[in-house]
Nanobody
Framework: QVQLVESGGGLVQAGGSLRLSCAAS????????MGWFRQAPGKEREFVAS????????YYADSLKGRFTISRDNAKNTVYLQMNSLKPEDTAVYYC??????????????WGQGTQVTVSS
């Protein structure tokens, strides 16, 4: 069982940056691949990025490559999402999830409550 708590969301101007954090409980965090998803108003939840638990390999939605970076610190049981050059269309609730590196949310059994990111133009 893994419990996830996101933080770091907020209001930022277009072109700015934010770093989201996801703190996980449980001593087996290092054995879980982790992912970030987001859901904009009126839209379905979509894959943002993921990171493998063993290889540390990272995967990104094609549209976000180069602006977003996922990383993890197993010693702190935390996964991060660094978001740069933010755009108004990045406005969404961002969710942390554990259990896979896949882009399908159904492959992730554990989810956080989400953190709101709002990018103003």
């Amino acid at each position: 069982q893994v419990q996830l708590v996101e933080s770091g969301g907020g209001l930022v101007q277009a072109g700015g940056s934010l770093r989201l954090s996801c703190a996980a409980s449980g001593r087996t965090f290092s054995r879980y691949s982790m992912g970030w998803f987001r859901q904009a108003p009126g839209k379905e939840r979509e894959f943002v990025a993921s990171i493998g638990w063993l290889s540390g390999n990272t995967y990104y939605a094609d549209s976000l490559k180069g602006r977003f970076t996922i990383s993890r610190d197993n010693a702190k049981n935390t996964v991060y999402l660094q978001m740069n050059s933010l755009k108004p269309e990045d406005t969404a609730v961002y969710y942390c999830a554990a259990g896979s590196t896949h882009s399908s949310e159904s492959d992730y059994p554990y989810w956080g409550q989400g953190t709101q990111v709002t990018v103003s133009s």
